[in-house]
């Protein structure tokens, strides 16, 4: 299983290390291309800061993948809307950048993605891809031989999620499969965010965690599998004590796409102090990382799924299986 970031040790005589990390969601242009772009900023941050990068010491570098926003009536007759699109966009990468206080390195525009296809008829057809922003992130890495995977590393291990789940699953993974797009497009939140950034580094650095992912497209519901699967373990999961605010279904809370989350697992013997640092955070610990390899996710005590994790590797592996 892939890890959230790369880290790269360019002095061979220092413990001093890079993290480097790229982001894209285009999806929730379709909502409003203002959180694509703050979305897809605020989880370059996290990648980084999920592999043990200073969030205090990120850099970023910005590619515009943009459709024609030349107006013409005929030729490109909703192209008012993907400017003021591009404009929110640029808001976004402004306010996000100041808030995280993230120099851009550089950037690249490209602004006539647009392509025209053949249609069952022999005509054809104008095709503009969506409105998107692709982001960098670069941060420094105080001491690789500290650096974070994502995998679960001993059963026993507590499971929990760090910040808050809302009911956010507009231009979601899990509305996409359904047909939908939706209307509660992520949010990023900085000043709840930074805290929660800042407390994992501290924890990183103290190594009172044994892994560190974060939570990014499909929610919970895909990046819990990918913990365990990583793991070779399984895990035993109550949903009921997910920190949650305006959630009131059991597939929000799991499939919710909601910024700002990582899901971390620490040592029992790691645990008191472990809490002590994310005091006046949100956070909760949802279980335990078990010797089986049955991810099991229960509402208090019903079993609302069981899968055992090799199954559900295989199963996430079929796409590319033939590469």
């Known amino acids: 299983i892939p890890t959230d970031a790369a880290v790269i040790r360019p002095v061979l005589d220092s413990k001093k290390g890079l993290a480097f ?12 291309a203002y959180h694509m772009t703050a979305c897809t900023i605020d989880e370059a941050v996290r990648r980084v800061v999920a592999v043990g990068g200073d969030p205090a010491h990120i850099a970023g570098v910005d590619n515009f993948c943009w459709p024609d926003i030349g107006f013409d009536p005929d030729k490109n007759p909703d192209g008012k809307f993907k ?83 809302r009911n956010e699953l507009g231009g979601s993974e899990y509305y996409k499969h359904l047909g939908y797009v939706g209307l509660n497009v ?23 965690v044994a892994s560190v992912h974060g939570v990014y497209r499909g929610g919970l519901g895909v990046h819990l599998p990918m913990v365990a699967m990583g793991g070779h373990l399984g895990m035993e999961i109550d949903l ?40 006046g955070i949100p956070y909760a610990c949802l279980g335990h990382v078990t010797e089986h390899t049955d991810l099991v996710i229960k509402l208090q005590d019903s079993v609302i799924f069981k899968a055992d994790i090799f199954d559900l590797k295989s199963a996430w592996k079929k796409p590319f299986e033939s590469l």
């Open 186 to 208: 992520p949010k990023v939140t900085p000043s709840k965010f930074y805290p929660i950034y800042r407390a994992l580094f501290r924890a990183i650095e103290k190594e009172l």
């Open 240 to 279: 009921s004590l997910i920190p949650s605010s305006g959630v009131d279904r059991i597939d929000t809370l799991l499939f919710s796409e909601t910024p700002g989350r990582f899901i971390v697992t620490v040592a029992p013997e790691n645990q008191e102090t472990f809490n002590k640092l994310f005091k």
């Open 83 to 165: 400017a003021a699109q591009l404009l929110r966009s640029c808001q976004a990468l402004k306010e996000i950048c100041l808030a995280y206080e993230i120099p851009l390195l550089s950037g690249k525009d490209s602004m006539y993605v647009d392509g025209h296809l053949s249609g069952p008829y022999g005509e054809t057809r104008k095709v503009s891809a969506l409105e998107t922003l692709q982001f960098s992130a670069i941060s420094v890495v105080p001491d690789v031989t500290r650096c974070m995977t994502l995998d679960s590393k001993m059963a026993g291990d507590f499971v929990y999620v760090l910040g808050l789940t």
């Open 21 to 32: 990390s790229q982001s894209l969601i285009p999806e929730y242009s379709t909502i409003d």
